[in-house]
């Protein structure tokens, strides 16, 4: 999960990437990077942190030009601490390319072993993103067999992009001299939304990876680039699109809806906000399943993405809703902190209780996920210390139990709680006196309530099945072995887990 944006303008557009990465701040909080152009000559800037800790105003003053693209880094392939891995990336040749992406690459190895071996290009850094880069080069440069583009040939390239890479991206690049390219992987897993400024002269253009950019710098929303669709839009602000892919399955990432995305964002013709509304109408139908209403006093979320879930879930159930958690804003996302003794540490420095909302009450605590289990801990362990009677846990998501691979932090089975536990195993191992999760069914249900096109999502973290069909057994313990070699459970049973994983994955039939 990566936060992208691109535009095309008529004045210099280095204080509107640095805005709409301010916004796009929740995606990715390790690096930050932008890269503008003037005519043929691009300037960068880029490193490690917060995008307000990255640029000053010097920084600024060296990002001249009227088009641009900009990145916010959450690392889920190469290092989260190395600045060579701070995107955009660059690379002279051919044309002169700079490239940010979303995303993750799941044959990345081999694809790195190619630019090296057939294409004779070297990459400098784990990234997955290098290696993306480079194969668009190289399918630019067999496309053009010369020294011109058009946008006819740079289409050519990106479909040989997608005949080449697996996984997700969602991508925007610059081509020195030409214009700005985005496109998005043949399944649409990682969003990406266009919009445009009228001036006086037609259009200015903003590509993004949530809806929100375009709101607070002042563009009007378009449309979502569709799965496999090209875009470019040439340095006259001519915009060209096509669809570069074989057979585009739309098939986006669910978790966008329950996590990832601003509440005001609207992603693939959905309000993330009205899909959260409604998992806490599905959830407050399992919670009657589960529990009785009558022994709950009162329903308090877990700040922020809960918050919608929650309230609706309250007011279903008749029951009151609460604010019992204040959160300290100067603490980071713990879900994409790297490292449990952080995220663990971070918890109580980033919420803490209001007593009185929780003594001598029976709680339900709505969040919107669990995904390692150690902030609904810590959490049930504050609410337990301020007073409350019973604590009741809710999840408007279903169990996280398998690795995602398309660009979230969840690659080992050993790290996700619900991996090999029942719903009962798991609510002792957070301390709740009850556990309710949502059903899968039901997820989708809420957001493909709101569009009923969206007959297809990723899921994988769910129930393992992996949307492009390339992803094996072997395949994840490799993941998993390169994380530390943590990716085995205590608690898990080596030959169920691992025949239950066979099963999900049989189905993977899907083509890219």
């Not at 995107?87 to 044309?95: E, K």
């Not at 480079?134 to 390239?157: C, M, S, T, Y």
């Not at 996280?400 to 691979?405: A, D, E, G, L, M």
């Not at 709101?450 to 072997?474: K, M, Q, W």
Request: with cysteine; glycine share 8%; proline share 5%.
């Amino acid at each position: 999960m990566c936060g992208i944006l691109g535009v095309v303008a008529t004045t210099p557009v280095n204080q509107l990437l640095y805005d709409g990465l301010m916004v796009l701040q929740h995606r990715g909080q390790d690096a930050a990077g932008i890269a503008t152009a003037e005519g043929n000559t691009f300037h960068m800037h880029k490193g490690p942190g917060l995008v307000r800790d990255v640029f000053r105003t010097r920084n600024m003053r060296a990002l001249p030009g009227n088009w641009g693209i900009g990145h916010c880094r959450y690392p889920t392939a190469g290092s989260a601490w190395n600045f060579a891995e701070a995107q955009p990336f660059y690379v002279n040749s051919p044309f002169g390319l700079t490239l940010a992406h979303n995303g993750n690459l799941t044959n990345a190895e081999v694809l790195k072993e190619e630019m090296f071996v057939q294409d004779l290009r070297h990459v400098n850094t784990n990234s997955d993103s290098e290696v993306l880069l480079n194969v668009l080069a190289h399918e630019l440069q067999a496309a053009a067999k010369g020294a011109r583009l058009d946008p006819d040939i740079i289409f050519r390239a990106v479909a040989g992009v997608h005949r080449r890479v697996r996984g997700a991206y969602a991508v925007v690049a610059m081509i020195a001299g030409y214009g700005l390219l985005a496109f998005r992987d043949p399944f649409g897993i990682r969003p990406l939304v266009m919009g445009r400024n009228p001036v006086e002269e037609g259009y200015e253009y903003l590509i993004s990876s949530e809806s929100v950019t375009l709101d607070t710098l002042g563009f009007e929303v378009m449309r979502d680039i569709a799965p496999g669709e090209a875009v470019f839009i040439d340095l006259q602000r001519n915009l060209s699109s096509r669809q570069c892919a074989d057979k585009p399955v739309y098939a986006p990432c669910i978790f966008e809806y329950v996590y990832l995305a601003r509440p005001d964002s609207l992603m693939d013709g959905v309000s993330v906000y009205e899909t959260r509304l409604r998992m806490g109408e599905f959830l407050a139908e399992k919670v009657k399943q589960v529990l009785n209403p009558a022994d709950i006093d009162v329903v308090i979320p877990i700040p922020d993405s809960s918050r919608p879930s929650a309230m609706q879930l309250a007011q279903a159930l008749n029951i009151p809703y609460r604010e019992g958690f204040v959160k300290n804003r100067y603490i980071g996302r713990t879900f994409i902190m790297p490292g449990q003794s952080t995220r663990k540490k971070s918890v109580r420095q980033k919420l803490n209780t209001v007593s009185h909302e929780f003594k001598g009450k029976r709680v339900l605590l709505v969040d919107d996920s669990i995904v390692r289990g150690t902030t609904s801990r810590e959490i049930v362990e504050m609410a337990r210390a301020a007073g409350a009677l019973k604590v009741y846990f809710a999840s408007a998501a279903p169990p996280v139990r398998y690795p995602n691979v398309y660009g979230i932090d969840m690659p080992t089975r050993g790290e996700l709680i619900a991996t090999g536990r029942t719903d009962d195993e798991i609510a002792k191992e957070i301390g709740a006196d009850a556990l309710v999760y949502q059903e899968l069914d039901a997820l989708k249900a809420a957001v493909r309530a709101l569009n009923p096109e969206l007959t297809c999502f990723d899921t994988s973290c769910f129930d393992g099945t992996y949307v492009t069909g390339d992803i094996t057994p072997a395949y994840l313990d490799k993941v998993e072995n390169g994380r530390g070699g943590k990716g085995k459970s205590s608690n898990e049973d080596d030959s169920n887990a691992t025949q239950q994983l066979d099963l999900n994955l049989m189905g993977n039939n899907a083509e890219h």
